[in-house]
């Protein structure tokens, strides 16, 4: 589909599954439709942190302290750029 949103939702449901990659791919999907969704970008860090691909977590990271900086959402980004930074 055509729609941020499933693509989101479809990437949580991987998540819980723990499948990834597949969680990956769908927040991809999500984010080419919706660029400014900062929440599936969170969630594309934490899916690639499980991955260990620390560098594209902390991409995804950074981009939702771009979107919106003064959220709670962006200061968890920061949180887990500063412990990622560390790995």
Not at 9 to 24: F, L, N, S
Not at 50 to 76: C, M, Q, R, W
């Amino acid at each position: 589909p055509d729609y941020a949103e499933a693509h989101h939702d479809m990437g949580a449901a991987y998540g819980e599954m723990g499948r990834y990659a597949e969680a990956v791919g769908a927040y991809q999907k999500a984010v080419a439709i919706d660029p400014d969704n900062a929440e599936a970008y969170y969630k594309m860090g934490f899916a690639r942190d499980e991955l260990g691909l620390y560098a594209e977590a902390i991409t995804a990271y950074e981009k939702v302290v771009a979107i919106d900086p003064k959220s709670k959402l962006a200061a968890l980004a920061r949180s887990h750029i500063h412990t990622l930074g560390k790995k």
